[in-house]
């Protein structure tokens, strides 16, 4: 228990240090809570890892759906013949398996993409990337200017 309180007793000496003459801290979020008390960062890891893992249970969710539906196991396999056969140079890897679930979900998983794409262009761009695009505009029009 002694560790807990003199680490407890550190983080309000730290937090009052670091406050300026006005009260406010450094701390960006600090000033708009008006709270001297920190952000869990357990709580955001967890938030950001449920951003990255549940789009992967949804594909894998959908790609089971897509090859029961496609690759159905009633249907016969034709396997090749093992004896080679020379005349086109191919031989026996023309054959259609039927199994083709894996051509859909790589088909799917282009839609989707297509479809972020078009969201992707509907969201507005920050103030850091506004500025950034009005600096280049201006350099843009100085470049325009030195050439004859």
């Known amino acids: 228990m002694e560790f807990v ?3 407890s007793e550190r ?3 730290n937090s009052q240090s670091s406050r300026g003459e006005d009260g406010e801290g450094d701390i960006p979020g600090e000033a708009l809570a008006g ?3 920190p952000v869990a960062g357990g ?3 967890g938030i950001h890892n449920l951003a990255i893992v549940t ?3 949804i594909i894998a969710l959908v790609a089971s759906a ?3 539906i496609v690759d159905e196991s009633g249907s016969p396999v034709a396997m ?3 004896e080679p056969s020379f005349g086109d140079g191919l031989g026996e890897h023309t054959t259609y398996y039927g199994k083709n679930g894996v051509a859909w979900v790589l088909r799917f998983g282009g839609l989707c993409a297509l479809a972020g794409a078009l969201v992707a262009q509907t969201v507005p761009p920050t103030q850091s990337e506004r500025e950034m695009m009005e600096g280049l505009e201006i350099l843009s029009a100085l470049r325009d200017e030195e050439e004859p």
């Open 5 to 7: 309180k003199d680490v």
């Open 11 to 13: 983080h309000t000496t």
């Open 35 to 37: 709270s001297t008390q």
């Open 43 to 45: 709580t955001i890891l």
């Open 55 to 57: 789009p992967q249970f």
């Open 66 to 68: 897509i090859f029961h």
């Open 80 to 82: 090749p013949s093992p």
